[in-house]
């Protein structure tokens, strides 16, 4: 199993950040998962973000996961995402400010609606938030048809 962590910021990558990376590529490998580590700084994030598929097409990795350097996982949460069997799967998290809403949508009437609660359980949305996101190659190939 192979996974490219594409890690994204509009400017430096911060040091608390790097504490929690560096636990779970350490885990990762106790689990035989190997990490490739992909830094890009753009002020653009989607910009930033094609850059990151770009680099995950060379190299030997099955899966792209989007970490961005305000979110703080813990060194199980691949592992953990994986298990689900899932082609597209994402960590929930909520917004920045009030009312601190998480970052996934549903569609009710034709139009995204921001969820207001979270089962404690995997479940289907809309939208998602890329920040804590876990993709298959085979997605990416789907897109290119």
Same mark, same amino acid.
């Given at each position: 199993?192979?996974?490219? *962590?594409?890690?994204?910021?509009?400017?430096?990558?911060?040091?608390?950040f790097l504490n929690?990376?560096?636990?779970m590529v350490q885990y990762n490998a106790?689990?035989?998962?190997?990490?490739?580590?992909y830094n890009d700084l753009d002020i653009s994030m989607d910009v930033s973000?094609?850059?990151?598929?770009e680099k995950f097409f060379e190299t030997d990795a099955d899966w792209l996961?989007? *970490?961005?350097?305000?979110?703080f996982m813990e060194p199980n949460t691949i592992e953990l995402l994986l298990n689900h069997g899932k082609k597209i799967i994402g960590g929930i998290y909520t917004s920045r400010h009030e009312p601190y809403l998480?970052?996934?949508y549903k569609k009710v009437d034709g139009k995204l609606?921001?969820?207001?609660?979270?089962?404690?359980?995997?479940?289907?949305?809309?939208?998602l938030a890329?920040?804590? *996101? *876990?993709?298959?190659?085979?997605?990416?190939?789907k897109m290119k048809k």
């Open positions: 199993m192979v996974v490219f *962590l594409a890690i994204t910021s509009r400017h430096t990558v911060p040091a608390k929690t990376i560096i636990p106790s689990q035989n998962i190997k990490t490739w580590v973000r094609n850059k990151c598929v996961f989007f *970490l961005d350097t305000d979110t998480p970052i996934a609606t921001p969820i207001t609660e979270i089962p404690n359980k995997i479940f289907q949305v809309d939208a890329t920040g804590c *996101l *876990l993709i298959h190659k085979s997605v990416f190939e």
